[in-house]
Each structure stands twice: as C-alpha cells, then as structure tokens.
C-alpha cells in the first residue's frame, strides 16, 4: 500500500450553507465561566472559520420542561422553552451535545435535552423518514476524572437511534487527573494545550462537517426502506406476508 501524504491546502468543499447547533449542558448559568463551553469554542471556531452558521445555547439558562413531550405545556407545566430551541435543533445540519461529567456519567441537564429531543423523533420528514434523519451528530465532554468515553457512548447511541448519523470519530473530550483537581479552562490545568483533546476536537469538527456536507448534497439519506410512513401504510419490504407462508 503506497504511503499516505498528509493532505495541505484548502479544504475538499464548501461548508458555508451549513447550520450547527451546540447545546451546552453545563450546570453552570450564563455568565458564570463553563469548562465545557472552553471546548465548544475551540471546536465552533473551526465551523465559523468555514463559514458555518453556528448557534450556540446554554441549556441551563432556558425553562426546559422536564418530560418528553414536544410540548409540555400541553401536560401540566406552566411554561416551557423547549418548542422554541426544537425549531432551533431542526433548522441545524450539526448537532453537538456538549457537557460535564458528574459521578461517571453524563449531567441532568445532559439527560434532560436528550429525552426531550426523543418526544420529537417520532415526527417525520417530508420523505415520510424519521425527522432527524439527514443531520449529522456529535459529543464535547468535559471533566476532572475519567469518564469521557462512557458519557460520548451514551450520547452517540442516543443520537444515533433518534435518526442521526455519527460519522466516525466525533467524540472529544478533556479530563485532568483522577480525583479533585484542576477542570478544562482553569490555570495551569493542561486542558486547552493538551495534544490528545486538540487533535480529537479537531477530528470531530472536521468529521461532521465533510459527512453533513455529503448528507446535503445527496439530499438526505435515501428514502427506501426506512419510511415510517410506507410502514404505516401496510409497505412491508423484506418480509413476506405471513399470511402466505
């Protein structure tokens, strides 16, 4: 196999009509200063150097209802802001769940984006496809122990069975030594110099991009065999009819 040349240059395409979302699940309100959102910079200014448009949100800051309903105003809860962010979520190519670690696994606010992303993944899309399909998604995790891999599992497999598409290798993340110590941004922790977190940032961002640019151009994914409404109404591809067997 001949030798690979590291590639130099510009990049393979154009990504300035694409549209990502970073949704910041840090514990922390605005403007008290988030580890996380260290990581999330790094990796949307690669986008915005491509001329991406991107949209950043702390979810903390907003009245997200617990539940996972589209709408849970309409299930007993006064008020809820996640309707507004969902169209937010929609209008976005990229999708990037990012978050701190808390007792090994991923944070409530984490979770709670999640579940209320699953009460909109039964709608469907124009081609009668599960409504995130054609987007691509992908994890920031931060932390000072470890854990990053066990967190990016579980938001992956989420994002994945909701209708995303994971390219290959958008995870990153950040974690000091074990036990108490310094986290991502804080002086003379090692987080944004360290090589590791960087290159596999930068691996990340680059990752969804190229795969949200060949989902767009390709129009989607392909709608055949994977049409909930074709299902619905009684198209059984792949299966015999057992009333014939």
């Known amino acids: 196999m001949a030798d690979q040349q590291p590639t130099t240059g510009t990049p393979p395409a154009r990504y300035d009509d694409l549209r990502a979302l970073y949704v910041n699940c840090t514990l922390k ?101 599960y409504a995130y399909y054609g987007r691509v998604g992908g994890c920031l995790i931060t932390g000072n122990e470890d854990g990053i891999k066990h967190c990016a599992m579980n938001i992956l497999y989420s994002l994945q069975h909701l209708g995303y598409t994971v390219p290959p290798q958008v995870d990153a993340g950040w974690v000091g030594a074990a036990g108490p110590g310094p986290s991502y941004l804080d002086p003379d922790s090692g987080g944004p110099e360290n090589e590791f977190t960087r290159r596999n940032t930068t691996f990340m961002t680059w990752n969804l991009l190229h795969l949200a640019r060949m989902l767009k151009d390709a129009g989607g994914i392909p709608a055949y065999g994977n049409q909930r409404s074709a299902w619905d109404a009684g198209c059984r591809r792949d299966h015999d009819n057992p009333e014939h067997r």
């Open 29 to 129: 309100r605005s403007p008290e200063p988030s580890h996380t959102q260290g990581l999330v910079d790094r990796s949307a200014r690669i986008m915005r150097e491509q001329g991406v448009t991107v949209d950043v949100v702390r979810a903390v800051d907003l009245d997200i209802a617990t539940g996972v309903w589209p709408d849970m105003t309409e299930h007993g809860w006064a008020s809820d802001a996640w309707p507004d962010l969902w169209r937010t979520v929609m209008a976005a190519d990229i999708l990037v769940l990012a978050g701190p670690i808390w007792l090994g696994d991923n944070s409530s606010v984490t979770k709670r984006v999640i579940e209320r992303l699953y009460g909109g993944s039964s709608d469907l899309n124009d081609a009668g496809q």
